[in-house]
């Protein structure tokens, strides 16, 4: 009689543990999810913190105004707001830049999954990937107290802050991001592909760039956008090393200002809660998250689309 | 025949070339690393650790930046571990392979190539602003836990795929729920490629310089922090601060600054490693 009586407890006991179990089994799942979300959230928060001050400095400087105007200059009495200055400063950068990076971290991809014996690559991966990870502001000092005299030794007409020095620097920072992403695109190739190459009397440089290459093309090409997005958003090396001054040129010889390092020097300066010069912080800030989505969301689509499986 | 040799001579020459450009990367690392120590060694003395930033550069000290820097990055971990470890561990374990599954990922690889400056905007209208937090290292932590969670995140997802499926299927057959099998199975197995995660984004933290100048963080700091809502200073700041003075002196202060920061860096990116090849071995 006890004995069944202790045996029915102890299944209720068993019961409620189980219980218990899904319940915080399900609790947990909640609470992840909650964690989850927030990096919906931190997206929600750019859009609308970027949106709602720019709301306020498109209520006084028209959208036409502010994208195809030629002069920037927020800091005078009578300021303008013509976006083109700080974006071509933003494109030349990023143009020079990828001119380094892009072939160099290319050729470099190539070599290590093609070229290299398994003790080179050893020595040389990790190397780039200490060069990785190097903070921007340390490359941003070598560009201004490096790159720039020995720039102006060669060309003496090189402004003391300058895109050129700036851009090698950038390129510099993103040879590794071009050629792990690279390297691990060619290495997804499969052997066979090579055999098939080499066994038609093909050499491995033939089989390198007409078979390999084009098979990891969207790979290579995603590594290319990424490194072009990472030149863009760069901003402690333009900060430091290209000046200042919002300059419609395309002469990397002349100091000029990008949308990043005009966020930071406004940032700097006294611009007081509720002008319009803070606001043109957001609006220019709406504009470099727009354009590195872009950028983001393309280099993905690219991924996908041009994906092959073998 | 003849075409052959050209052919040949065309591969041998290719090759050269390509291990030529594979060595530039080296090179101009080799060169910056040996310019920085040259111009920096001379300033690192027992006082650079336990000074002030001053007006004369054989004075001046780093303390603040350390000081600044190691708060952040404890607050920063803080935030970034939890949130970041629970969101690899929802999509992996425990998320369907739904829309919104799929949006929470494409989010998150966009969240990562967003540039970390308009982070620090977010900061500044958000937790210096809305929240009421002012130019803080609360702030500046709460902006920076945000710039590394998509490192955190994924690391950790990859950890997590990482674990072989018997080991769940062997807690499930005991009768164990999914989030004790998450609790004491999965984290443990993936522990060592979470922490990998965690130290990649330390350094990431310890070297971003852009979103902290966004949220205010001061480049000259005469006292120490004395509580999360305090003026500060970060490592990268102090460094930047010194570079902007005209004097050469400063410079090479600056450079001082530098070493410091690379060799806490590469310490960290040592951890790193050698975790990574336990880990690899481990798992083969």
């Known amino acids: ?310 | 025949m003849n075409y052959v040799k050209y052919r040949k001579l065309k591969n041998s020459i290719f090759h050269g070339i390509i291990f030529c450009v594979t060595l530039i990367g080296i090179v101009i690392l080799a060169i910056l690393l040996i310019d920085i120590i040259r111009r920096g060694i001379p300033f690192l003395t027992k006082t650079f650790f336990t000074n002030f930033p001053s007006r004369f550069p054989n004075k001046a000290g780093i303390l603040p930046g350390i000081v600044g820097s190691v708060n952040i990055i404890l607050l920063t971990i803080a935030f970034a571990v939890p949130v970041g470890l629970g969101t690899a561990v929802y999509l992996e374990e425990y998320a369907k392979n739904n829309r919104l599954t799929k949006f929470i990922k494409i989010n998150i690889s966009n969240l990562s190539g967003t540039p970390s400056i308009v982070y620090g905007l977010l900061g500044l209208a958000v937790f210096v602003r809305v929240m009421g937090l002012g130019k803080s290292i609360l702030s500046g932590a709460l902006t920076m836990s945000l710039v590394v969670l998509p490192i955190v995140i994924v690391s950790s997802q990859e950890a997590i795929k990482a674990v072989p499926q018997y080991l769940r299927h062997g807690s499930y057959a005991l009768g164990a729920t999914k989030w004790q099998t998450i609790r004491k199975i999965v984290i443990p197995a993936a522990l060592p490629g979470i922490f990998t995660g965690v130290i990649l984004s330390v350094s990431r933290a310890l070297g971003e310089s852009a979103p902290l100048l966004m949220v205010g963080a001061a480049t000259y700091v005469s006292k120490l922090p004395d509580s999360v809502f305090s003026v500060f200073t970060a490592l990268p700041l102090q460094i930047y601060y010194w570079m902007g003075l005209p004097k050469e002196d400063f410079k090479d202060l600056a450079a001082a600054g530098i070493i410091v920061l690379l060799a806490i860096l590469l310490t960290t990116n040592a951890i790193t490693i050698v975790l990574r090849n336990k880990y690899q071995r481990s798992v083969e």
């Open chain 1, 1 to 310: 009689m006890t004995q069944s009586a202790n045996a029915a407890q102890d299944r209720k006991a068993a019961g409620n543990r189980i219980r218990r179990m899904k319940l915080s089994n399900t609790v947990a799942r909640n609470i992840l999810f909650l964690f989850a979300s927030i990096t919906i959230l931190t997206t929600l928060g750019i859009i609308i913190s970027l949106l709602r001050d720019s709301i306020g400095f498109f209520a006084e400087v028209p959208i036409k105004d502010f994208l195809l105007g030629r002069v920037w200059t927020p800091l005078f009495n009578d300021p303008q707001f013509g976006v083109l200055p700080l974006v071509s400063g933003t494109v030349l950068i990023t143009f020079v830049s990828g001119l380094i990076s892009i072939p160099i971290g290319l050729f470099t991809a190539i070599y290590l999954s093609e070229y290299a014996n398994r003790k080179v690559r050893k020595v040389i991966k990790p190397i780039l990937e200490v060069l990785a990870g190097i903070p921007s502001i340390v490359f941003g000092y070598f560009a201004l107290t490096a790159i720039t005299p020995f720039l102006k030794n060669i060309i003496p007409q090189t402004e003391i802050f300058n895109a050129l020095s700036a851009s090698i620097a950038v390129g510099v920072m993103t040879i590794p991001l071009v050629s792990s992403l690279s390297e691990d695109a060619l290495r997804a190739v499969p052997d066979s592909l090579r055999q098939g190459a080499l066994a038609l009397g093909s050499t491995k440089m033939e089989t390198s760039l007409k078979v390999v290459v084009p098979a990891a093309i969207s790979g290579i090409s995603a590594s290319f956008v990424l490194a072009i997005s990472r030149a863009i958003g760069e901003t402690m090396i333009v900060t430091i090393a290209a000046g200042a001054r919002p300059n419609l040129t395309f002469n990397p010889l002349q100091s000029v200002q990008t949308m990043t390092s005009f966020i930071v020097q406004a940032s700097q300066g006294d611009n007081p809660h509720g002008t319009v010069g803070y606001y043109s912080l957001f609006a220019v800030g709406l504009l470099l998250f727009l354009i590195t989505l872009g950028l983001n969301v393309f280099s993905h689509h690219m991924v996908d689309k041009y994906r092959k499986e073998y």
